[in-house]
């Protein structure tokens, strides 16, 4: 069974961001998908050598859904650290974001560690919210809100986490959730800090508000729902600063 997630805003809007799914109070439930055992990984862009210590905190463990399945990421402690900005080349424009490596470092790292392997290539943002809570939700190679990357790991970041506009943040299923899904925030918004903050953008606030200002289907509710504006995910590029 893939667990539908909820996200929590002020006292009672509720909207799922989550590696497994999206929901709002009252649509969330539990949806039946089957999964077959995941595939053999493969080699990743950067190899480990004999010797390196795995980063350590992470978390990364295997978990279901397995979507477009690239590996169980085993990052060093140097790997972690290596900051980056992300680019990201979508039908509406292209947006880029400062990664924080030093924060966030474990999710900055799965994203680059999916992006490098074309994982978000050819996949849409599935959930614009314009009441409430102002996010664009990403990441999920379904579409359906109910996607996963084949593994999950721990929360960071959190301690006083704020969400203005412009901040990146990961989508979760409950807490150490985290998985491929994540969103953009193109309005201030006020949430509970349970989300990892892992990314601010630098370029592309308008190609988030154009995408807010076309609307939403409301299938969730009232101003959540289907973005109108088509946002696909070309390429996304990650361009190490240091």
């Known amino acids: 069974m893939r667990k539908r997630s909820l996200l929590a805003i002020a006292a009672t809007l509720i909207v799922g961001l989550a590696g497994a799914a999206t929901a709002t109070a009252a649509t969330a439930g539990a949806t039946a998908a089957g999964h077959g055992p995941a595939r053999v990984a493969r080699r990743t862009l950067e190899p480990r050598r004999a010797g390196d210590p795995p980063g ?3 978390g990364f463990v295997n ?3 397995y979507d477009r399945y690239k590996g169980l990421p085993n990052p060093t402690a140097q790997q972690l650290a290596r900051p980056y900005v992300a680019r990201l080349v979508t039908t509406q424009g292209v947006i880029e974001f400062k990664a924080l490596t030093t924060a966030a470092p474990c999710t900055s ?3 680059r560690f999916l992006a ?3 994982y978000f290539n050819w996949t849409h943002c599935h959930r614009l919210t314009t009441q409430g809570i102002f996010v664009l939700q990403c990441g999920d190679p379904t579409g359906t809100g ?3 990357p084949g593994y999950k790991f721990n929360d960071e970041n959190l301690t006083g986490a704020t969400y203005p506009a412009g901040t990146v943040a990961m989508a979760n299923a409950g807490p150490n959730t985290n998985g491929s899904q994540f969103f953009f925030v193109w309005k201030n918004t006020t949430l509970a800090p349970d989300y990892t903050p892992f990314g ?3 370029k592309g606030m308008n190609v988030l508000r154009k995408i807010a200002a076309a609307g939403d289907d409301s299938q969730n509710g009232p101003g959540d729902g289907y973005p ?7 390429h996304i590029g990650i361009i190490f600063t240091k």
Do not use: D, E, M, W
């Not at 109108?228 to 070309?234: G, I, S």
């Open 63 to 65: 978990a279901i859904p």
């Open 109 to 111: 790292y799965s994203f």
């Open 200 to 202: 601010v953008v630098v």
């Open 56 to 58: 350590n905190g992470c």
């Open 116 to 118: 490098q392997r074309a």
């Open 146 to 148: 109910s996607g996963g």
């Open 228 to 234: 109108h504006r088509y946002t696909l995910f070309r």
